[in-house]
């Protein structure tokens, strides 16, 4: 952990080195909290997205995990795309693997494809459309009742969206490992104890844990419904990075974990002298080869323009 100190000084030099290089530090919510400090914008992977697609920066920093980095680059080819902890992946992204999903394109080849953002660059040039968790209901309502959809990989957010559309899809067998690790007693336990709490799931959650839930709702989903709602007591279930943006954003209001074993490894990899590094080297660089590309762009554009 470094000292307070510490972290005023790297920050200080990251500032410093952005303007130097018109960079911007994007931060997913489940990052360090003084990683989220240094950031120009914190947000969900829906709002990353649509701000790496946005910015006039010439380089971003992507504090998050490699997919995410990757949809900047295929969004912002012209773009340098810096991810400062390269080993920072995504175990679910590598549940759905591009052979196996062109063998199940084939069982079913009238299918509609869905991919979950959380996918490589070459499995979204396979899907006809992304989703996030803040859109994944509106993105499966959007599409034809006469096609059968195949949703990869989150098994759960599949279920989730199939409870809310009424849609019934082939899912994949990926899932988080960290959100699947809460159970519904770990859920229960805590309810327990904090009885007038209102309870905030993700939808990477068990199925049985998310019908618990007060709310279910992408990260920024819960920030939004956590401002809004006179509530003063919420329990989260998801990534404890998030903690840092409820108690700043809401001061006057308390969180608790739903687990504080909710910790995903390759969210918490980032660290600020990584980020520094990374702007003073111009190194890791992700990039995406054009053929891949054209292809998940398509893919990436047709969730951007659900509304
Ligand atoms: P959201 O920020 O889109 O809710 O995503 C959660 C997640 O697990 C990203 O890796
Ligand atoms: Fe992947 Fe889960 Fe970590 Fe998000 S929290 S990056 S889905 S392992």
């Not at 307070?4 to 920050?11: D, F, G, H, S, V």
């Not at 920072?88 to 196996?100: H, N, Q, S, W």
């Not at 199940?104 to 979204?124: F, L």
């Not at 001061?251 to 990374?278: I, Q, W």
């Amino acid at each position: 952990m470094p000292t307070a100190a510490e972290i005023k000084q790297l920050t200080d030099e990251i500032i410093k080195l952005k303007q130097e290089r018109n960079a911007i530090i994007l931060s997913h919510v489940y990052q360090r909290p003084e990683v989220q400090e240094a950031a120009d914008f914190v947000g969900d992977s829906l709002e990353l997205s649509r701000k790496a697609a946005g910015t006039k920066a010439d380089v971003i920093v992507f504090c998050g995990v490699h997919f995410m980095a990757e949809s900047a680059s295929i969004l912002s080819p012209q773009k340098t795309v810096l991810l400062p902890e390269e080993d920072a992946g995504c175990p679910m992204a590598d549940m759905v693997t591009v052979e196996a999903l062109r063998a199940k394109k084939t069982e079913v080849p009238e299918a509609v494809v869905v991919c979950y953002v959380n996918t490589s660059a070459e499995v979204k040039a396979e899907c006809d459309i992304a989703c996030t968790s803040a859109n994944a209901v509106k993105v499966v309502a959007s599409l034809p009742q006469d096609r059968p959809i195949i949703f990869v990989p989150d098994k759960n957010l599949g279920a989730y969206v199939t409870s809310q559309t009424g849609r019934e899809m082939i899912l994949w067998e990926g899932y988080c490992n960290t959100h699947h690790r809460l159970t519904a007693d770990m859920v229960r336990a805590v309810k327990d104890s904090h009885p007038g709490a209102l309870l905030l799931v993700h939808p990477e959650c068990l199925p049985e844990v998310v019908n618990m839930a007060d709310h279910v709702a992408s990260t920024t989903g819960m920030l939004r419904y956590a401002g809004e709602n006179p509530a003063t007591e919420y329990i989260v279930a998801t990534e404890m990075g998030i903690l840092h943006q409820f108690s700043k954003r809401y001061p006057g209001k308390t969180f608790y974990p739903a687990s504080n074993k909710l910790v995903c490894p390759n969210m918490k990899a980032t660290t600020l002298d990584k980020v520094l590094t990374a702007l003073q080297t111009l190194e890791p660089r992700v990039t995406v080869p054009e053929d891949i590309r054209a292809r998940a762009l398509q893919c990436l554009e047709r969730m951007l323009a659900v509304q």
